[in-house]
Each structure stands twice: as structure tokens, then as C-alpha cells.
């Protein structure tokens, strides 16, 4: 059972769902990728391999965030690593050792394990969602409102009522109440 459940799991669903849209067409960005300017490296999948590029952005406390276009896992060296699905908003810890690349398809995720105690997992994907909100502050600072706007246009699910300048303060909401369990 997932440590974070009911209404948070839905609305992390929901967020994470649109924000690998978001990331999506950060990488086609006609003015130039977005994640490589933000810092992140980039690993395609060997020639000839059907799967994911999987984005890396190294973290100055040793943490670092990977990113596909099918969910994401953050990792440190301490507590390990949690892999959040972009379908499915349900934290599987992985030990640090497990938590090797390259990975360019679901299926090469280490199976998710016990964690040491339910704080980890917890904590770790409120880490995770803290990290992609500076993010999207960083990308409405870089490349302005309407530049987002766009994204969101051309997304062919409906949005909602969150416009794009909400969404950093919409997972910061969710890290909060997660954090407050």
C-alpha cells in the first residue's frame, strides 16, 4: 500500500501527469531544449533501443533528479530513491545501491522494495515534488508566462482551472499536506 493515498495520490497524479507534458515540450522547445539549460544531462536510450532519454540533474547536496517521459526518480546517497510513475502517483523505494542507469523504459526500474521505515519513501517524494516546483518557478522566470500558456494549449486534456502560474504553488501545496500526512 502506498504511504500517500486518496486525495494527495489523485492530485499528484494529476500534477505529474502534466508536468512530464510540461517537461516534454521543454526538450522541443524551438529556442532550444529547456532541461539541458537548466542543467540537467541528457542519456539517450544505445542506437537501435526503442525507449526514453533519461534527463539527470545533479544536485549540489549529492541528490539528483531523473526524469523520462514516463515518471521520474529522485535519489540520494542516505535514504535512498523514489520512482514516481507518471500514471500512477505511488512512491516505490529503491535501496541507493538499486539505483543504477542507464534506464530508458519502465521496465528496467528496479522492483520498488520495503523501505527502512514509511517516513522514507514519504519524505523522499516530498523532496521530489519541492525540486519540480523550483523548477517551474525557474521556467516562468526563464521563459515567461505565455511561453507556458502555450504548452498548456497544446495539450489536448483539459486542464482544469490551474493556470500555468499556479502549478509551482500547487505542488508546493501538495509537498505541504504530503509533508503533513
Keep these: 500500500m502506498s504511504p500517500i493515498s486518496g486525495p494527495r495520490q489523485r492530485k499528484g497524479q494529476e500534477l505529474l501527469h502534466r508536468q512530464c507534458w510540461n517537461w516534454g515540450r521543454d526538450i522541443e522547445r524551438p529556442e532550444g531544449n529547456l532541461l539541458l539549460e537548466a542543467g540537467f544531462h541528457r542519456l539517450r536510450?544505445?542506437?537501435g533501443?526503442?525507449?526514453s532519454s533519461c534527463?539527470?540533474?545533479?544536485?549540489?547536496?549529492?541528490?539528483?533528479?531523473?526524469l523520462w517521459g514516463f515518471g521520474l526518480l529522485y535519489g540520494t546517497p542516505q535514504k535512498g530513491g523514489v520512482y514516481l510513475n507518471r500514471y500512477r502517483f505511488q512512491p516505490a523505494w529503491l535501496p541507493s545501491e538499486t539505483i543504477q542507469g542507464p534506464?530508458?523504459?519502465p521496465d528496467m526500474i528496479p522492483t520498488g522494495q520495503a523501505p527502512p521505515s514509511l517516513c522514507v519513501p514519504v519524505d523522499l517524494t516530498v523532496a521530489a515534488i519541492r525540486r519540480i516546483a523550483d523548477y517551474e518557478e525557474w521556467a516562468l522566470a526563464h521563459?515567461?508566462?505565455e511561453y507556458r500558456r502555450a504548452v498548456l494549449?497544446?495539450?489536448?486534456?483539459?486542464s482544469?482551472?490551474?493556470p500555468p502560474q499556479a502549478l509551482p504553488q500547487a505542488w508546493r501545496t501538495l509537498a505541504d499536506?504530503?509533508?503533513g500526512h
Excluded: H, N, V
Aim: net charge negative; glycine share 12%; with cysteine.
Design 45 to 47: 536510450p544505445p542506437e
Design 160 to 162: 482544469g482551472q490551474l
Design 55 to 66: 534527463y539527470t540533474l545533479s544536485l549540489p547536496d549529492g541528490d539528483s533528479l531523473m
Design 177 to 179: 499536506a504530503i509533508d
Design 103 to 105: 534506464i530508458w523504459k
Design 153 to 158: 494549449r497544446q495539450w489536448k486534456r483539459p
Design 143 to 145: 521563459c515567461g508566462l
Design 49 to 51: 533501443e526503442a525507449g
